[in-house]
């Protein structure tokens, strides 16, 4: 059984950092691609970055040159930093696994097959 838990969550200021991370436990097909969403109160959720088992990775316009999204394959882990954050970033944000493919990479949440259960971000101004 396959299971994504996120941590790394927290409040910051405006400007600030955050790193968050994503433990999958369980086996993740080796095609599998992660990604990161988050969904803020009365709003869509929305894609934000997936990387590859082989490293390449897409980014949502909103966060390019802000977040990075990596992974440590020997620790199961996939990390997303976020940098100079803004208010509008406030939202429950959450990892996903799903099989490598055209609608993974665009982000589509539907493509993917697995979740975690997210951590929530807060940045005041």
């Known amino acids: 059984q396959v299971q994504l838990v996120e941590s790394g969550g927290g409040s910051v200021q405006a400007g600030g950092s955050l790193r968050l991370s994503c433990g999958v436990s369980g086996t993740i097909y080796s095609s599998y691609c992660m990604g990161w969403f988050r969904q803020a109160p009365g709003k869509t959720r929305e894609g934000l970055a997936v990387?590859?088992?082989?490293?390449?990775?897409d980014y949502a316009r909103s966060v390019e040159g802000r977040f990075t999204i990596s992974q440590d394959n020997a620790k199961n882990t996939v990390y997303l930093q976020m940098n100079n954050l803004k208010p509008e970033d406030t939202a429950m944000y959450s990892c996903?696994?799903?099989?490598?493919?055209?609608?993974?990479?665009?982000?589509?949440?539907?493509?993917?097959?697995?979740w975690g259960p997210g951590t929530q971000v807060t940045v005041s101004s």
């Open positions: 996903a696994a799903g099989p490598a493919g055209g609608a993974i990479r665009a982000l589509h949440a539907s493509a993917y097959d697995y």
């Open positions: 990387i590859g088992r082989d490293g390449a990775s």
